[in-house]
């Protein structure tokens, strides 16, 4: 059974959180009840309200999956469905064919501009998280909890991943912390370079605060090292200076001291029963029963289906929305695009009956292969099917780090060496059934296919390609870049997305993106 500390959310009152914060960070939180009287009434509830920040990740509000925690549509305005769109759909692997009202500007990477909603989505969803992590932390500094280092580590790891997607989705924001809560004047703009900073120090400083386990869904102290490894990873991105030593570092704790492992089954990864894994480090929970939501992995499973084509209890589904396609970027990858000749497990994750090799036409279901990636049916055990899903979001996990270590190796970056690399790329690919490669295959091009090929869907792929230097320019193109069928060249003012012309005029201070 999944034990889960999110699964409290529901039970757990709101009143100590701040309300309407993505419009006005300085608002007061409205208290209901004082601290002490809610933990004399209920003496885990800094537990329960702690669960709730998490679930602020996946779900949209507390009264199930039509309500929200800001003003920004239930379905469509989570923070997980906002990293599949801004990081997945953006990028070359996966398109939607919905067009609605700024989605084709996510999945042509082409016109964007302050107006999309998503965009505000995803901003607002960072701009809730934030406060509430902070009201927390100062509800934290009156009272006397057990574990309370271990919970502040956490609630402070929290507030710095919400950070993280400000720092790579939009470069600049508001430095939002308990120090300047209930500030009277609009907070300053603060750049990439401070931003980074803050987060790094934050996560430095979590290190010590996080124990070494924790209940599954929490944070840990690999969790906060993955983030800072990955943050990084993309220091040179957003410092203009390159940080893969110290991003060794960190991948060397979480390989070495984290006790994970790779799973012996790719696919169970993306099953219903994936809280069973040991290679996932971090999950963004989903229950169909307790934590409903359009916008968890309901939104990637049910997307991905279609009853057009499909049967959809073979996927533990009970609805498909025929909207989500992967594109040649992705599936071509294997053997030459020949999927039925492949060895590679991964390669048979594509549903091909009925449906065209090439996407001639983004908004034609037909055109592409849906991702069947991942699947709400239980792996171990029979399962029933339901209409939202149950599988968890794996947003850190063992494999990426490895493949992430072998980046470093390739970069020469110190700590790496390209032996141990080629061992873990190998033990990646060979867990799918794929060849191994020589040391000689290590390339930057080969692993930047591999980490397509191993986590594309995931909310990684926008990121890598600006990485490895393939996301803006005409280095590389890919179906429906710049919104022409064979791909076309886009401004590098496209590495950052728009400030959302609301996030404007609430306060004066920002300023918009270059390009937009």
Request: aromatic share 12%.
């Amino acid at each position: 059974m999944k034990k889960l500390t999110s699964i409290l959310f529901f039970v757990i009152p709101l009143t100590l959180m701040v309300q309407g914060c993505t419009k006005d960070l300085d608002t007061e939180p409205e208290v209901e009840v004082s601290l002490d009287e809610l933990l004399s009434e209920d003496p885990d509830a800094i537990t329960g309200i702690l669960s709730r920040l998490y679930a602020s990740f996946a779900l949209s509000g507390p009264d199930g999956a039509g309500s929200s925690d800001i003003d920004d549509d239930a379905g469509e305005s989570p923070f997980l469905r906002g990293i599949v769109n801004l990081q997945d759909f953006t990028a070359d692997a996966m398109k939607n064919r919905w067009g609605d009202d700024g989605l084709d500007q996510l999945t042509t990477t082409s016109n964007w501009d302050e107006n999309n909603k998503f965009f505000r989505y995803l901003y607002n969803r960072i701009y809730y998280t934030i406060p509430q992590a902070n009201n927390l932390l100062l509800v934290l500094g009156a009272v006397d909890i057990d574990d309370k280092d271990q919970i502040e580590g956490e609630v402070r790891f929290i507030r710095a991943l919400a950070y993280y997607y400000l720092i790579d989705c939009f470069g600049k924001g508001v430095l939002a912390t308990e120090e300047n809560y209930g500030a009277s004047e609009p907070l300053p703009e603060v750049d990439r370079q401070e931003l980074f900073t803050y987060v790094e120090n934050e996560l430095l400083a979590v290190e010590e605060l996080l124990s070494d386990t924790n209940e599954y869904g929490r944070a840990n102290k690999s969790v906060g090292r993955m983030l800072l490894a990955k943050l990084y990873m993309n220091a040179g991105v957003y410092t203009g200076t390159e940080r893969f030593d110290d991003a060794v570092t960190y991948i060397n704790k979480v390989i070495n001291e984290g006790g994970y492992s790779l799973d012996a089954n790719f696919v169970s990864l993306f099953s219903g029963d994936n809280y069973l894994s040991n290679e996932i480090i971090f999950p963004l929970i989903a229950d169909s029963e307790v934590s409903q939501s359009y916008g968890n992995t309901t939104y990637i499973v049910n997307g991905s289906l279609s009853t057009e084509t499909m049967t959809l209890s073979q996927f533990g589904a009970e609805d498909g929305w025929s909207g989500h396609r992967a594109t040649k970027a992705w599936y071509g990858l294997f053997n030459d695009g020949d999927l039925e000749n492949s060895t590679d497990d991964r390669a048979a994750l594509f549903w091909t009956e009925g449906h065209n090799y090439e996407m001639s036409d983004y908004k034609e279901w037909t055109d592409g292969y849906p991702s069947i990636k991942f699947r709400n049916n239980f792996y171990f055990s029979e399962s029933n099917a339901t209409y939202f899903s149950s599988t968890d979001f794996p947003l850190f996990r063992l494999a990426d780090v490895y493949l992430l270590y072998a980046e470093c190796a390739v970069r020469g970056a110190s700590g790496a060496d390209m032996g141990t690399a080629l061992g873990y790329v190998n033990a990646v690919r060979n867990r799918s059934n794929a060849s191994s490669v020589t040391q000689s295959d290590l390339t930057l091009d080969f692993i930047l296919d591999e980490r397509a090929r191993e986590l594309n869907l995931e909310g990684h792929r926008r990121s890598d390609l600006i990485r490895f230097g393939k996301f803006t320019g005409n280095s590389y193109i890919w179906p429906w870049k710049g919104n022409t069928l064979n791909g076309a060249s886009i401004p590098d003012t496209y590495k950052l997305f728009p400030i959302p012309l609301t996030a404007l005029e609430a306060n004066g201070n920002l300023t918009q993106n270059p390009g937009f």
